[in-house]
């Protein structure tokens, strides 16, 4: 198992600034995931982060909205750039131990933007 | 890409009844996992099948996996106020390390 600290837990935030993600894990792991959930829905995936590399993110996601560093093995980041409400959402931190094995998820910060 | 179309969305029950949430895909899967997510909290990992016709079962909860692989269940036999959460069915994309695409869950309330 392992253990995600993922902060802050919540943040009311005003449209146009931007609130950086951190997500510390007690152990060390090649890839890390960043994950959006918007009110009521599923869990969207929004990058891959690599400890080495820059993030690979998925379709309808850049790297000018959310820039993601990964500078070693257990700890990434995830910035929301340039806020508005529709960025309103809860983001999680995700890693795994490897393809077919499960995921464990920090703790979510639920950010509100006004 | 592949979808996870996950029904229903919402699940009213009382206490004692039993509920099931279903997965199904056009396409084959190589394996599907369920989660947990409490209101308020993160996902859980509940299970993983790969096999087709896999049923794995945890105390009050049954987990399938179709013979074709296009599909899954989640069964609470005698659901408790424990339960309430939404579950989701979620598979390994297979193409990366670990990128799971998720369906969109069911949202399951137990009246006492």
């Known amino acids: 198992s392992a253990v995600i600290s993922q902060k802050p837990s919540r943040d009311i935030c005003q449209r146009g600034t931007s609130l950086t993600i951190q997500c510390q894990v007690d152990s060390q792991v090649t890839m890390m995931f960043w994950y959006r959930q918007q009110p009521g829905q599923s869990l969207t995936l929004i990058a891959t982060?690599?400890?080495?590399?820059?993030?690979?993110?998925e379709s309808g996601f850049v790297i000018d909205k959310f820039p993601i560093s990964r500078p070693n093995l257990t700890f990434s980041t995830l910035t929301v750039s340039n806020m508005s409400p529709e960025d309103s959402s809860i983001y999680l931190c995700?890693?795994?131990?490897?393809?077919?094995?499960?995921?464990?998820f920090g703790q979510g910060t639920r950010l509100t933007v006004v | 890409g592949q979808q996870v179309m996950q029904i229903p969305q919402y699940q009213h029950v009382q206490e004692g009844e039993d509920f099931t949430t279903y997965c199904n895909s056009s396409t084959t899967l190589s394996n599907i996992q369920w989660y947990k997510q409490r209101p308020g909290g993160h996902p859980v990992f509940l299970i993983q099948?790969?096999?087709?016709?896999e049923v794995k079962k945890q105390k009050r909860l049954t987990f399938q996996f179709g013979e074709a692989k296009k599909n899954s269940s989640l069964h609470i036999t005698a659901t408790q106020t424990t339960d309430v959460g939404t579950y989701f069915c979620?598979?390994?994309?297979?193409?990366?390390?670990?990128?799971?695409?998720f369906g969109q869950g069911t949202i399951l309330t137990v009246h006492p």
């Open positions: 995700s890693l795994n131990q490897g393809r077919n094995t499960e995921a464990f």
């Open positions: 099948l790969v096999k087709s016709g």
């Open positions: 979620a598979y390994d994309r297979g193409t990366s390390y670990g990128k799971l695409t």
């Open positions: 982060a690599n400890q080495g590399s820059e993030a690979t993110y």
